[in-house]
């Protein structure tokens, strides 16, 4: 599974500590994130995560493109729920949304995603992605 890791600057942390409790899960997967976030957790879980060399905001489009396209299968995106302002992520979450790929927002749905996948709740998407219509 293609998985992206982000988060807003205050949950950087949590994101963090997630990725600690569930090092063995996500090891399995592919990770994308942005450049400064796959270096945060390179450096602090010792996990292989491809950072997109890009700034945070550029970083959402990019990843839109590639949702656009089934070129990712789920997005944990911890966001900070006292920010007023998310236009630069809700074209990504749109995206996810229309393609019917499982995001989350939160810590909560954050480990009910990652609890699946590893269940094998969303294999469909990888099957999704490796048989793209012609």
């Keep these: 599974m293609k998985i992206v890791l982000m988060a807003d600057k205050r949950k950087n942390e949590l994101l963090v500590n997630f990725c600690i409790a569930y090092r063995a899960l996500l090891s ?49 995106y911890l966001r900070d729920g006292r920010k007023e302002e998310y236009t630069r992520s809700d074209e990504l979450l749109n995206v996810c949304d229309y393609n019917n790929i499982p995001y989350a927002t939160n810590l909560a749905t954050a ?10 709740d969303l294999d469909w998407r990888e099957w999704l992605r490796d048989n793209k219509p012609i």
């Design 28 to 76: 399995k997967h592919q990770l994308i994130s942005v450049y400064n976030t796959a270096k945060l957790l390179k450096t602090s879980v010792d996990i292989e995560v491809s950072g997109l060399s890009v700034d945070y905001s550029s970083g959402f489009e990019q990843l839109a493109s590639r949702a656009q396209f089934n070129e990712i299968d789920c997005v944990i």
């Design 111 to 120: 480990e009910t995603i990652i609890l699946a996948i590893d269940r094998g």
